[in-house]
């Protein structure tokens, strides 16, 4: 058994104060990229989230993207300390938590890389690396002596070849994107290390725009663990949930239920202000109607990435459009296209329209709310140029606060 040498200092901050021998997290935090995927934007940053498992066996969970493997490798070395590393469990093969896989194959040429039968095509086809494989099948395990694992396989949650691994020893779930957040981790890596308050609404946009599609394989992925006792979570991006754990579990499960709290998100196109200045009477009304939770953005101003966290986070979508060429108003039609491709169950609907000469918009609003499914709290409320529909917008937003009162 190789023991941990006690003469020398080991820094990483996983480390500190878990009572878990052997864990130590080797990330990078990555305060350069200004859009994950080329797509949301990262105000924060972001982490890139690996962890080694120091024992008999010395086993790396995860790697970082390439543009910072030699940071990445160094902080390995530091960890290990001369020692040898024997395995590569390899839980998801986005090139953001795969792409140093052929840099430690070239540092750690013996190594085992761990995954599933559709892990090693994705890892064949990016790094060529064909050879050296360890095939694990759902609910396989791995005992080195020292620490025994285990893997569930988690399809589209949120690839197909995603899978958790989970320490039995310790009681330690690495859950790849599973519970992640946005945002680079400023000096600590657990939750009672550092402030994570900013971080919830972080995680509620991750999981909106990354995994939201995927509501139902999450689910799954809770069912194969309901019995299993986890006290630490230890994601590929943002902090290392351990006393908040609780909470970060029923936010994703939450979530991935299309579950939305009382709260209502207005979003708008205008051109001229005639439609922002019904969505602004609309949220008034809500607001005098004992709605407390209300967001409103115009969707010409808030990142899409915004617009989408909100309609997850909460039961009520009102949603207002010019006709614009007989069409939606471009930056809503981008939105409405995102939210189908999520889809987003469970919603409360309603809908305001302003035109000049030829009203279309309610129309393809009318199409949107029956192709999501969504329950309509109330007709459409529709301005011709810039004729009071005061009183309409104030029973639109009587309607959905009524709504939300009896679901």
Known sequence: ?????????????????????????????????????NLWPLPYGVSYNAYLIIGNKNILVDTVDSGFAEI?????????????????IVNHVEPDHSGSIRRIREKYPHIQII??????????????????????????????GTHRLKFFTAPMVHWPEVMFTYNETDKILFSADAFGTFGALDGGIIDREINTDWYWDEMTRYYANIVGKYGTPVQKAFQKLSNVEIQLICPT???????????????????????????????????????EQMAETIASALSDEGIRDIVVHNASYSHASYMLRDIFNYKGLIIGSPTYSNRLFPEIEALLNKIELREIKNRLFGYFASFTWAGAAV??????????????????????????TEAQCQALAKSMADSLIDN
């Open 1 to 37: 058994m190789t023991e941990i040498k006690k003469d020398k200092k080991i820094t990483s901050p996983l480390s500190r104060g878990l009572g878990r021998a052997g864990f130590f997290y080797a990330g990078v935090n990555d305060r350069r990229k200004q859009l994950f995927e």
């Open 72 to 88: 990445f490798l160094n902080n390995i070395e530091k960890i290990l300390d001369g020692r040898s590393l024997d395995y590569l």
């Open 115 to 144: 995954g599933n039968k559709l892990t090693f095509g994705m890892i064949a086809g990016y790094y060529g690396i064909t050879d050296g494989l360890y095939e694990v099948k759902d609910g396989d395990t791995l005992d080195t």
């Open 237 to 275: 991006h943002g902090p290392v949930w351990d006393e908040q754990k609780a909470k970060a579990l029923s936010i994703y499960d939450r979530l991935s239920r299309y579950e939305g709290l009382n709260g209502v998100t207005i979003i708008y196109g205008t051109m001229y202000g005639h439609t």
């Open 363 to 388: 129309k393809h609003l009318a199409t949107f709310a029956e192709t999501m499914q969504w329950k309509v709290v109330a007709p459409f409320v529709e301005q011709k140029q810039n004729i009071c």
